[in-house]
């Protein structure tokens, strides 16, 4: 079955850390390129993160400030973001997705991180 | 960073109507377009892409068009299941490939 499963979210304080893992399924995860999205609770979609296919370029959003890094290890089908110094405004609903030149034909269920004291 | 800009906000329709959305970007992407459907508690699902292209299994009822920075996407006659909201996405060049803010089609 084709499929990408997130896991990882969490309840997390202000400054903290979270690691999220996204694990693929019935495809060859090493021909693709893999994209984070995020989706703030009642709000569209935002475009994170991507990495290639062999994992060597690695693209963000301008307005993560270097504070989050996209990863992939193609022997385990498992892409993961790791999260730092968090915020409130960095609570969503984390998305992985199979990407082809950027459009993205394949969605997780999404993995629910919240950034609250 | 290329700003897409979708109108309106919200579209109120009746069922068996058409619909046409609108998608700009602020700089031409080509044809380097795609929208997607989110149902409610749902992800999002691949619509249309390279502006025209219906993805896999999508009714053609669905169809997009544009190019540059004008984009369409017209839902011919609307059915229940198709009440959602939509956005559009370039993935023009390199990334960031960013998103329009959505259009929120609702039962009028």
């Known amino acids: 079955q084709v499929q990408l499963v997130e896991s990882g979210g969490d309840l997390v304080k202000p400054g903290g850390s979270l690691r999220l893992s996204c694990a693929a399924s019935?495809?060859?995860?090493?021909?693709?390129?893999m994209t984070w999205v995020r989706q703030a609770p009642g709000k569209g979609l935002e475009w994170i993160s991507c990495?290639?296919?062999?994992?060597?370029?690695?693209f963000y959003a301008d307005s993560l400030k270097g504070r989050f890094t996209i990863s992939r290890d193609n022997a385990n089908n498992s892409l993961a973001l790791q999260l730092n110094s968090l915020r409130a405004e960095d609570t969503a609903l984390y998305y992985c997705?199979?990407?082809?030149?950027?459009?993205?034909?394949?969605w997780g269920q999404g993995t629910l991180v919240t950034v609250s004291s | 960073e290329i700003v897409m800009t979708q109108s309106p906000g919200t579209l109120s329709v009746s069922p068996g109507e058409r619909a046409t959305l609108s998608c700009r970007a602020s700089?031409?992407?080509?044809?380097?377009l795609a929208w997607y459907q989110q149902e409610p508690g749902q992800a999002p699902r691949l619509l249309i892409y390279?502006?025209?292209k219906r993805a896999t299994g999508v009714p053609a009822r669905f169809s997009g068009s544009g190019s540059g920075t004008e984009f369409t996407l017209t839902i011919s006659s609307l059915q229940s299941e198709d009440f959602a909201v939509y956005y559009c996405?370039?993935?023009?060049?390199?990334?960031?490939?960013?998103f329009g803010q959505g259009t929120k089609l609702e039962i009028k």
């Open positions: 996405q370039q993935y023009d060049d390199r990334p960031p490939y960013t």
């Open positions: 700089q031409s992407v080509g044809s380097n």
């Open positions: 019935g495809f060859t995860f090493s021909d693709y390129y």
């Open positions: 997705a199979r990407s082809r030149w950027g459009l993205l034909d394949l």
């Open positions: 390279g502006a025209s």
């Open positions: 990495i290639s296919s062999t994992g060597a370029s690695k």
